[in-house]
């Protein structure tokens, strides 16, 4: 054996010695599985939206971007308060795992299903129904963008009620640390959600030209499919997660006690981030269309890189939550410390090909040379907020699968609706600095948000937050 070849089976021995530690092993174990559905998630989000961009009518282009970047904001608020309440789902039933109270996930399963439907869901997607022109009059709509977006809204909306129930069967399955099962079934659906926006955005194949309006019953269509097979494989009982509708069902005040206590300061916390978020992006849609849209593609292009932060900090709170309901509380730590350091690495490599490709990723979803150098240059900011976010992200996780859920929302009222907003009234309104000025905002934002979270881990109290 030459000695080239041994040091290439040194370097091949020390990979696979990494991969293997035991707390690594477990942390990749649960990863993997979300990071693929999230980034791939992102990447059909991201071929959406560059359908769009690409329609032959470039004002129409711009309008249909410009109208789902504004329609998603208040979506959003809708979804992270349904998250919000799955974080306590997730939290209580990688307790319940760790400590070996199997008999208890189902109910909480069940509990966090039927009040994110009833509670959240239904609710918010009448709502949004009835007042869409006065949404997104709210967000700052052109005439253009309202054209587009009204139907498109009213669709989506829709479909966020199937789309809670996928978000809470999957938010148990990785409580569990089942993350392959959610994985496999939203790449399915999000991939035939790709195939339904081409056929639909731009009428091949006979089906209709519905432009935007083609794309929200795509991706309504394809929530219906995820939740559909989410809901046959826990009813099934294959998983420790199950549904067995024989079972009565009767609330459990201790579950709700959980759930509110985990739950109520997530939900405050998502209510803030996206309060702050649609303010943020109300002023930047004061800009105008064109520079709005070259916002909605660097938003675009910045969900690919959340990604490896949300997909490490479920894996946190998946193995903290569970080392804790075993009363490993060093182990918890381990966990969580890992999980930093891996997404950190990951993070920092999608910095870089923001910072020096930039024009080249923009362009994939627009030749208009104005959006190019917009959306390129908020890349570079983008790329500077990675380390501070993923860090954030991570150790967030962390302290939520613990059940402590006070300081994220402390850090996040901060950091967005102060800082962010304030600041991005000053640069751009003020000072007159343009999309460039809102993206300072974001970074400034997001150091403050990673200050407050990672002071909070330091202190160690997390590790005590009794639940019931």
Same mark, same amino acid.
């Given at each position: 054996m030459?000695?080239?070849?041994?040091?290439?089976?040194?370097?091949?021995?020390? *990979?696979?010695?990494w991969l293997k530690a035991p707390i690594r092993a477990d942390v990749l174990n649960i990863a993997w599985p979300v990071l693929v559905e999230l980034l791939l998630g992102s990447l059909f989000g991201m071929i959406d939206m560059m359908m769009l961009g690409r329609i032959s009518d470039k004002p129409l282009a711009a309008a249909s971007v410009a109208a789902v970047g504004m329609t998603n904001q208040p979506l959003f608020i809708g979804i992270s308060l349904v998250q919000a309440l799955n974080v306590g789902g997730t939290a209580m039933v990688a307790r319940y795992f760790g400590s070996? @109270?199997?008999?208890?996930?189902?109910?909480? +399963?069940?509990? *966090?299903?039927?009040? $994110?439907?009833?509670?959240?869901? %239904?609710?918010? $997607?009448?709502?949004?129904?009835?007042?869409?022109? $006065?949404? +997104?009059?709210?967000?700052? #709509?052109?005439?253009?963008? +309202? @054209?587009a977006g009204r139907v498109y809204f009213k669709v989506v909306m829709i479909g966020f009620m199937f789309q809670s129930l996928n978000m809470s069967m999957s938010a148990a399955l990785r409580g569990i640390g089942e993350t392959k099962t959610p994985m496999k079934i939203n790449l399915k659906a999000n991939g035939l959600n790709v195939?339904?926006? #081409?056929?639909? %955005?731009?009428?091949?194949? =006979?089906?209709?030209?519905? =432009?935007?309006?083609?794309?929200? %019953?795509?991706?309504?269509?394809?929530? %219906?499919?995820?939740s559909v097979m989410l809901f046959r494989y826990v009813i099934k009982g294959k998983s420790v997660v199950k549904l067995n509708l024989r079972n009565r069902f009767k609330f459990d005040k201790d579950i709700i006690f959980? +759930?509110?206590?985990?739950?109520?300061?997530?939900?405050?916390?998502?209510?803030v981030l996206r309060t702050g978020v649609l303010l943020f992006v109300k002023i930047v849609a004061g800009l105008g269309t064109v520079v709005y849209a070259s916002h909605q593609i660097a938003l675009n292009i910045l969900g690919l890189s959340f990604q490896p932060g949300q997909a490490f900090g479920i894996s946190a709170s998946s193995l903290v939550g569970r080392s804790l309901g075993a009363h490993e509380l060093s182990k918890a730590e381990a966990y969580a410390k890992e999980t930093r350091k891996i997404g950190s690495m990951i993070s920092t490599f999608m910095a870089i090909i923001f910072f020096f490709f930039g024009p080249q990723l923009v362009g994939l979803y627009s030749n208009d040379p104005a959006i190019i150098e917009n959306a390129s240059l908020?890349?570079?900011i983008i790329a500077l907020v990675q380390p501070f976010q993923s860090s954030q992200f991570i150790l967030a996780g962390g302290l939520r699968g613990a059940g402590d859920t006070f300081w994220p929302l402390v850090g996040t009222f901060t950091g967005v609706l102060l800082v962010r907003v304030g600041l991005a009234y000053v640069f751009v309104k003020v000072l007159g600095y343009g999309l460039a =000025?809102?993206?300072?905002? *974001?970074? *400034?934002? @997001?150091?403050?948000?990673?200050?407050?979270?990672?002071?909070?881990?330091?202190t160690g109290h997390w590790k005590y937050t009794k639940l019931r």
């Open positions: 030459t000695s080239s070849e041994c040091e290439k089976n040194d370097k091949k021995t020390k *990979v696979l010695n070996n @109270q199997k008999d208890k996930i189902e109910t909480t +399963l069940k509990h *966090v299903m039927l009040l $994110s439907l009833f509670m959240l869901a %239904i609710p918010l $997607s009448i709502l949004g129904i009835i007042f869409t022109d $006065s949404i +997104l009059n709210f967000m700052g #709509a052109e005439a253009d963008a +309202l @054209q195939i339904g926006n #081409a056929l639909l %955005i731009y009428g091949l194949i =006979g089906f209709p030209k519905l =432009g935007v309006t083609g794309a929200g %019953i795509s991706t309504t269509l394809s929530n %219906i499919v995820a959980n +759930l509110i206590k985990i739950g109520l300061p997530a939900s405050l916390e998502q209510l908020a890349l570079k =000025g809102a993206w300072m905002a *974001v970074f *400034v934002d @997001q150091f403050v948000r990673w200050l407050f979270v990672y002071a909070r881990f330091k």
